[in-house]
């Protein structure tokens, strides 16, 4: 006697347990695949830049500026930026 599978009782009453039972499972395959899809629960960095853009007006020049952007990390893993003046 080989193994045998267990096939579902798919009378009238067997039918509908059945039908529902593989539509819980799908929605629950279909949810958790939205999760990863949206990336829910995966950390990452997220780059604020309050100001953006800066605007040093007429300059003569030669004139040396300097100005310093303010960079916040407002994501949920660490960042590393690599910046070079110049």
Do not use: C
């Not at 080989?2 to 067997?14: C, F, K, N």
């Not at 279909?30 to 040093?56: H, I, T």
Request: hydrophobic share 45%; net charge positive.
């Amino acid at each position: 006697m080989g193994s045998q599978r267990h096939r579902p009782d798919l009378t009238a009453g067997g039918w509908h347990a059945y039908n529902g039972a593989m539509r819980s499972v799908l929605a629950s395959i279909l949810l958790a695949f939205a999760a990863v899809a949206r990336g829910e629960d995966a950390p990452a960095p997220r780059l604020e830049v309050p100001e953006a853009v800066y605007d040093a007006g007429k300059v003569q020049r030669g004139t040396p500026l300097r100005h310093a952007f303010v960079l916040k990390n407002v994501g949920t893993a660490e960042m590393s930026v690599d910046a070079k003046p110049g």
